[in-house]
């Protein structure tokens, strides 16, 4: 986060420091490769060599892609936290492209199972900060994104029929919370959304 931050303010050719605090470096975890401790702080000498427009992807294998995706995600959770919702946005996508980028070789099913969970919980990220930016639209295309990858997921299901019942699509949003409710029975969240669904009046009495 601090070189996403701090390069585009450089001019070709110079050298710049920049001290990171732990959540623009690696994070709460740390990371093993490089070895960085737990919440270090890492201080960054870049010299600027060149600048290029629209380099293609540089393939990585699995397990790093996989280290750059929740990376970043947590990184954006940082951001939700503390308010920045585009700003999480921003890390939240930048870690679907990580985690979507080309691989130096196929993904065991393990890692490729990972893979799948990770992209599920950015987009439903994606999602609630999309929310918190007003854009609904934009919230409901995220949900239905994560449900392609994982129909049962119980989280897109609940925020996806929300959202449908919000735009009036009463009839979806009932079938889509009545799916979710399958899977959580015990979720007093769906069964209020189903209960105001129920209590609304048609669309034909409401025109």
């Keep these: 986060q601090a070189l996403e931050l701090g390069v585009p303010t450089m001019q070709l050719g110079e050298v710049s420091?920049?001290?990171a605090a732990f959540p623009y470096a690696y994070g709460r975890p740390?990371?093993?490769e490089p070895d960085v401790p737990p919440e270090a702080p890492l201080l960054f000498e870049v010299t600027l060599l060149e600048v290029r427009d629209g380099p293609d992807p540089q393939p990585l294998p699995p397990a790093v892609r996989l280290r750059l995706g929740s990376q970043r995600r947590e990184r954006g959770n940082?951001?939700?936290?503390r308010g920045d919702f585009a700003a999480a946005l921003r890390?939240?996508?930048?870690s679907l492209c990580a985690l979507d980028g080309p691989i130096t070789a196929p993904p065991g099913p393990e890692e490729e199972e990972e893979l799948q969970e990770q992209r599920v919980k950015c987009l439903n990220n994606c999602a609630a900060a999309e929310l918190k930016l007003g854009r609904t639209e934009e919230a409901l295309v995220a949900c239905e994104a994560a449900l392609r990858i994982s129909p049962d997921n119980g989280r897109a299901l609940l925020r996806?029929?929300?959202?449908l019942?919000?735009?009036g699509r009463d009839a979806e949003a009932a079938l889509v919370l009545k799916?979710?409710?399958e899977l959580d029975p015990a979720n007093k969240v769906i069964h209020t959304e189903l209960s105001r669904l129920a209590e609304r009046p048609s669309p034909a009495s409401r025109t």
């Design 17 to 19: 420091f920049f001290l």
């Design 30 to 32: 740390g990371s093993r």
């Design 78 to 81: 940082f951001h939700f936290a």
């Design 91 to 94: 890390s939240y996508r930048l």
């Design 160 to 163: 996806r029929g929300q959202l």
């Design 165 to 167: 019942a919000e735009k």
């Design 179 to 181: 799916r979710a409710l």
